[in-house]
């Protein structure tokens, strides 16, 4: 999987030789207005001629509404089977628009070239892409792998601090689940670091091996879903609160404590363990403040979180730092426990 993964400021070159070893009629450019404005004058050098479709940014937009505005200009555009698109953006372009070219005609090539970190280290690889509905995060959506993922950490230059820090949120779980060293390192460095790049290849490096053992998430990939039965409930409920809604890094670093405090009234994490990774994850990310009645609407949201069976919560939880175990049950109660857990820090 990796050998279709390009990363570090030579990576876009990369862009013209996966083009040219493919026979494809047409390509187009996905893009959002800031991925307009930012980051197509870097891309636009390494493509033959090319349409643009362009989209709203936000996660708001990742609908079957945008999706059918991206269904018509290829139709419009004549694209076929045969054509390329291609994602130029973060986590909603490259889920969108990879679900948008996974469907048309039932299938077209696609390549993804992530913007934001969050995308660059998570978003982009893996092949999962798919669209929120009903307010209902990545409900619907396929597994289809992209021909080629560029990612050029020159690109996170355009983006603002928070923004990094949404992205650095799937960094630290993937130290927490899979690199304890790495983890007990860089929790003293935090986003001080100078070195993108390293910790992209590194990132991506334990996503593309979880992957690689389990492709269509039938039982090991669960283990990069740490962090995100809590808090993509938390990011779904917020997304309709307006004026409150979250990155979804930022939602994944509320996950991540919930979910390591339930880690801990399992017996998988040790007390000190918690400490450590709250005194990390708050140092790094704001508060956000729920009430007792937002608690009880989130808890509510995770029953239908896609790792569930029936009516059964299934979690990924840290049996300590640095690994992680899936499918554990937990209850609808010990999820509001966690989220007052995480109200008193």
Known sequence: MTDNIYIGKKALPQLTEVLQNLAFTKVAVLVDENTLRDCY??????LPEHDIIQVPSGEENKTL?????????MTELNLDRWSVLVNLGGGVIGDMGGFCAAVFKRGMFFVQVPTTLLAQVDASVGGKTGIDFHGLKNHIGVYREPRAVIINPDFLSTLPQRQIKSGYAEIIKHWLIADREAFQEQRHVGLFTEDWEELIRHSVGIKSGVVEADPLEGGYRKVLNFGHTVGHAVESFLLEQPGRELLHGEAIAVGMLCEAFLSVKKELLSQQ???RIETFLVSVYDKVKLTEEDIKA?????LQDKKNTGSTINCTL?????????DQ???LSEIQASLRYYQLL
Do not use: D, F, M, N
């Not at 989130?298 to 995770?302: D, F, G, N, R, V």
């Not at 840290?318 to 899936?326: E, M, P, R």
């Open 273 to 275: 363990e918690l400490e």
């Open 41 to 46: 004058a870097l891309l636009k050098p390494y």
């Open 65 to 73: 509404h945008t999706c059918e505005h991206i269904w018509q200009r």
């Open 318 to 326: 840290l049996q300590g730092i640095g690994k992680a175990v899936y």
């Open 298 to 302: 989130i808890s509510q949201l995770a």
């Open 329 to 331: 049950p937990v209850t």
